[in-house]
């Protein structure tokens, strides 16, 4: 499944005004980096691929949708995945990219 580019346009909307920002394909998606940090992503899976403090990630995933990422069948903290219908409002979609810019923000960056 290709990564949904309405949704990375709704991304990209948000994130325009991020410095040091790229996008780069991967995960089979389209990812959004600050600082060379990934922090959000339009999933080849669908929805948002979002990374967060690691250790903000269980409280996260009990008080709202998104659940962790599983890679090779082990769940992944700081990883957390919205599903599409959990981000169809602009202020769904907001919050859950700011999470992920503010902690790719917090990290040193990349080069």
């Known amino acids: 499944m290709a990564y949904d580019e309405d949704l990375a346009d709704r991304i990209r909307e948000l994130v325009g005004g991020e410095s040091d920002l790229t996008e780069?394909?991967?995960?089979?998606?389209?990812?959004?980096?600050?600082?060379?940090?990934?922090a959000v992503a339009a999933s080849g899976e669908g929805g948002l691929l979002v990374r967060v403090d690691p250790a903000e990630s269980d409280t996260l995933v009990a008080?709202?949708?998104?659940?962790?990422?599983?890679?090779?069948?082990r769940a992944m903290q700081g990883w957390l995945r919205v599903d599409a219908e959990h981000v169809r409002t602009?202020?769904?979609?907001a919050k859950?990219?700011?999470?992920?810019?503010?902690?790719?923000?917090?990290?040193?960056a990349k080069r």
């Open 24 to 38: 780069k394909k991967m995960f089979g998606g389209l990812s959004f980096l600050v600082g060379g940090n990934m």
């Open 63 to 73: 008080r709202s949708q998104a659940r962790l990422m599983e890679m090779r069948g």
């Open 90 to 93: 602009k202020r769904q979609l």
């Open 96 to 108: 859950w990219v700011e999470l992920g810019t503010t902690y790719a923000r917090s990290l040193p």
